[in-house]
């Protein structure tokens, strides 16, 4: 009898902690967010607020897991190098190449603890990741760098076009921009061979896999072409001033215009949804899993837009001359070029 009260004890207390546990989440998460001047609908950082009136945020439970539920007071800055470019996750490690130098740095993500540089090409620009390796586009080298992402050792440095800036990994191959042949290379991810070289539009810059097909947004072109994986041009799609980056939401592609201060929401089969401010000279640009993240690289900001209406949700300040923007899982990261930092949000 002893027992049975025993574990109908442990059983009961067990169902205690529990619903205490539910409560915090459920109950005093929203309370401390309005005790912040938080809305229990949304955040606002910048006191902008979309057309309606109403910002609306989706929770990540990772987040919550964090303790990191909203995003006041939370920007921490690790140093990282010489002019940080672009970046790239793996899963567990944020890497940045350094413009200034011939180095990536790779950074724990949970605590920003640098693991170390590693070597690349001259003046690395974009990172990639494929599952188990890094990809480095080297722009004054004309190559690419392949890394082993456990332990930086070099696995293959590879030719590609003129002046390589953007890169993507479509699940089984490599795409790089060439910024200065005005066309992209695709690479065998598992040895680096080249499949195809394909002309797109003036001044490649970025480059995106939907899950299906390749987009390109031309910096001099004012627009993006989207490309089946077989190389075919499918169709050239007009945005905004010198487009810089795109990202795709899971239905649709964003893309950053540097030149007109806005972004570009875009159907995958080319229809414009909406054009949104987006601070001066947005740059970088990721989707977080309901909101879409832009670098302001003429400020020291990052726009935040709800995905769903491109309503702006906030606006927070980083580093100097923000560049690229990537999303961990829980947190977003920046590249402030014009320091020698990245901001963690």
């Not at 027992?3 to 109950?27: D, E, N, P």
């Not at 724990?108 to 188990?132: E, K, M, Y």
């Amino acid at each position: 009898m002893k027992q049975t009260a025993a574990i109908f004890g442990r059983s009961h207390l067990k169902a205690v902690v529990l619903a205490l546990l539910l409560f915090v989440l459920l109950g005093v998460v929203p309370f401390l967010a309005r005790s912040h001047g938080q809305s229990e609908r949304g955040i606002v950082l910048a006191g902008r607020i979309g057309a309606s009136g109403v910002v609306t945020s989706s929770k990540n439970p990772l987040q919550i897991a964090l303790l990191h539920w909203y995003n006041a007071n939370l920007t921490t800055q690790f140093t990282v190098g010489t002019s940080p470019y672009g970046m790239a996750f793996d899963g567990a490690n944020i890497w940045v190449a350094l413009n200034g130098s011939r180095k990536v740095t790779k950074l724990r993500a949970n605590d920003g603890f640098n693991l170390g540089s590693f070597s690349v090409g001259t003046n690395p620009t974009g990172v990639a990741f494929d599952g188990a390796n890094i990809w480095v586009a080297n722009i004054n080298s004309n190559n690419v760098t392949k890394l082993q992402a456990s332990n930086g050792a070099v696995l293959g440095t590879f030719a590609v076009g003129t002046q390589p800036v953007g890169i993507a990994f479509d699940g089984t191959n490599i795409w790089v921009t060439n910024n200065g042949s005005g066309n992209v290379t695709k690479l065998k991810a598992s040895n680096g061979a080249v499949l195809g070289t394909f002309p797109v539009g003036t001044f490649p810059a970025a480059v995106a896999f939907d899950g299906t097909n390749i987009w390109v947004a031309n910096n001099g072109s004012a627009n993006v072409t989207k490309m089946s994986i077989s190389g075919a041009i499918l169709g050239t799609f007009g945005v905004g001033s010198q487009p810089g980056g795109v990202a795709f939401d899971g239905t649709n592609i964003w893309v950053a215009n540097f030149g007109s201060n806005n972004v570009t929401k875009l159907a995958t089969s080319g229809t414009v949804l909406g054009t949104f401010p987006a601070g001066s000279g947005p740059s970088g640009i990721v989707y977080d899993g309901a909101n879409i993240w832009v670098t302001d690289f003429n400020s020291t900001t990052v726009t935040k837009l709800l995905a769903s209406t491109g309503a702006t949700v906030g606006t927070f300040t980083v580093g100097r001359a923000p560049v690229a923007v990537g999303f961990d899982g829980a947190n977003i990261w920046v590249s402030n070029f014009n320091a020698t930092t990245v901001s963690k949000l």
